[in-house]
Nanobody, 122 residues
């Protein structure tokens, strides 16, 4: 049972930056696809970025060029660097993991953290 714990959320003004972290309990962390998802009030959860075991990344068009997903396998930690934040980035951000070399669809991510809130004011 993989446990994930997000941290690093907070309140910032538009244009600011935040770095989210996700600490994983799994010792085979490097064999998992990892992803960041977010959910704003009244909206469905959406994918933000994914990082597979080959270091290939995907980003939602809305965050491309502003966010960077990365991982430190030695520390079992996933990161999301968020720059040039916009009010529309306001959401609860979730870290997720899926066993396997490549990233699956959102519904097939097996493990989820409890989330960390990101609030961006105008």
């Amino acid at each position: 049972q993989v446990q994930l714990a997000e941290s690093g959320g907070g309140s910032v003004q538009a244009g600011g930056s935040l770095r989210l972290s996700c600490a994983a309990s799994e010792v085979t962390f490097r064999y998992y696809c990892m992803g960041w998802f977010r959910q704003a009030p009244g909206k469905e959860r959406e994918g933000v970025a994914t990082l597979d075991t080959f270091a290939l990344t995907t980003y939602a068009n809305s965050v491309k060029g502003r966010f960077t997903i990365s991982r430190d396998n030695m520390k079992n930690t996933l990161f999301l660097q968020m720059n040039s934040l916009k009010p529309e980035d306001t959401a609860m951000y979730y870290c997720a993991a899926a066993a396997g070399a490549y990233c699956p669809t959102q519904s097939n991510f097996q493990y989820w953290g409890q989330g960390t809130q990101v609030t961006v004011s105008p």
